[in-house]
């Protein structure tokens, strides 16, 4: 097989077949001593390496470096043989426990001492400076194949994970949102998820694209999941010092609603005003940018709780601004909203719009006209108040 031939990742296909029994009765120190430097070296493994998990490794580290001499100067197929095997290994390191950095870190020192002591019988047995060079990029390029085929079985088995913790949060969230939940039914998926049921929480609802990012980016024990278009969390014990604040910081400008913080088995309610002051939040009435505590905004949950009577009432109390131009509609919306705020005062409500008081005299005058007494009903004027909550166009 020419070089050109050879896939530049597996050049221990180029070494000469003669090359094994040379090196054959090296193996067994050589993964006796890798396993004795990973236990010394790394503190993930100290202990594990005592004991059968020990004996295990040494025996597979001794398998794979057999496996590399037997397929020296040999066509290999696309995939290499024992592929599995080291889809597991890192399958078992993540459920051990052990960071990928340990791992990645056992299989360096596994190729350092492989090179190092086949380098030496290689020596012994008079090997060419050449070959011996090849034989040094094939162990590494050996070495890093079987690592990063444990880093993809690592990464295979977190996702797994990744994907059942976030189902198990989901079915824990819709059940304690569904009104009337068992505790016993909560307390099992609790169990389920790890996750200590709250004495209190609040329920936040939001536009975020992952939920397990939006569970961290709140932190403090919180939990989320999707519920349909929007992403609901969890979040326990809302009114402890600082943590609304926290939240606020963390979400930063992104669109989020919190309901009021409840005992669990009335989470529905928060989740109910969250989502509601969310859809607030979505058609401009309560300011979309930020964190919407519903604790401040529940007028606006009120007056917008029946849409359909409110567009009924705007129908009805701004009838008299139907027959104008939309510019002409706006503007005298906009000063007739002022004007109430203010309690009529012109001065105070041309400051509010930045305009001259005679501007606002004129339209004040031209809202009479138009109004009649309503403008001096206090009745009348509550309700326009309310119907002037309704977006330009809308009523």
Not at 192 to 218: E, K, M, Q, S
Not at 224 to 241: F, G, T
Not at 381 to 388: K, M, P, Q
């Amino acid at each position: 097989m020419s070089e050109q031939e050879i896939p530049l990742e597996r050049s221990w296909q180029s070494l000469p077949r003669e090359l094994g029994p040379l090196l054959e009765p090296a193996l067994g120190p050589i993964a006796e001593e890798i396993v004795r430097t990973i236990g010394a070296s790394i503190p993930a493994y100290r202990r594990p390496m005592r004991g059968a998990f020990g004996r295990g490794v040494n025996a597979a580290i001794e398998q794979a470096l057999r496996q590399f001499l037997d397929q020296m100067g040999r066509p290999a197929p696309a995939q290499r043989p024992g592929r599995e095997v080291y889809l597991a290994v890192g399958r078992g390191e993540l459920r051990s426990g052990r960071t990928l950095d340990a791992l990645q870190n056992a299989y360096r020192i596994g190729a350092r001492i492989a090179w190092r002591r086949m380098a030496a019988a290689a020596r012994e047995a008079g090997v060419d400076g050449p070959t011996q060079a090849l034989l040094a990029e094939a162990i590494f390029a050996y070495i890093d194949e079987l690592s990063a085929e444990s880093v993809e079985g690592y990464a295979r088995e977190q996702a797994a994970d990744a994907g059942e913790r976030e189902r198990r949060h989901r079915r824990l969230i819709v059940a304690v949102l569904a009104p009337g939940t068992p505790r016993e039914e909560l307390e099992r998926l609790a169990d389920g998820a790890d996750w200590p049921l709250p004495g209190t929480l609040a329920v936040l609802v939001c536009t975020h694209r992952n939920p397990g990012r939006l569970a961290a980016i709140i932190g403090d024990g919180a939990i989320a999941a999707r519920i349909e278009d929007k992403v609901v969390a969890l979040v326990p014990d809302p009114d402890a010092p600082g943590r609304r604040g926290r939240i606020a910081r963390a979400l930063g400008a992104r669109a989020a609603a919190l309901g009021p913080a409840v005992p669990i088995e009335r989470a529905p309610t928060s989740h109910e005003r969250a989502a509601r002051c969310s859809e607030l939040q979505s058609v401009g009435v309560i300011p979309e940018a930020g964190l919407a505590d519903s604790e401040e905004h529940l007028a606006a949950l009120v007056v917008h709780s029946d849409p359909a009577a409110l567009r009924d009432l705007a129908e009805r109390r701004l009838e008299p601004l139907r027959g104008l131009t939309r510019v002409q509609q706006t503007r005298l919306r906009t000063t007739l909203a002022a004007w109430l705020r203010h309690q009529g005062s012109i001065s105070e409500t041309a400051a509010d719009l930045v305009v001259h008081p005679q501007t606002v005299r004129y339209r004040i005058a031209r809202l009479r006209e138009l109004f009649g007494s309503q403008l001096d009903d206090p009745d009348a004027r509550f309700e326009l108040g309310l119907a002037l909550q309704q977006a330009p166009g809308e009523g």
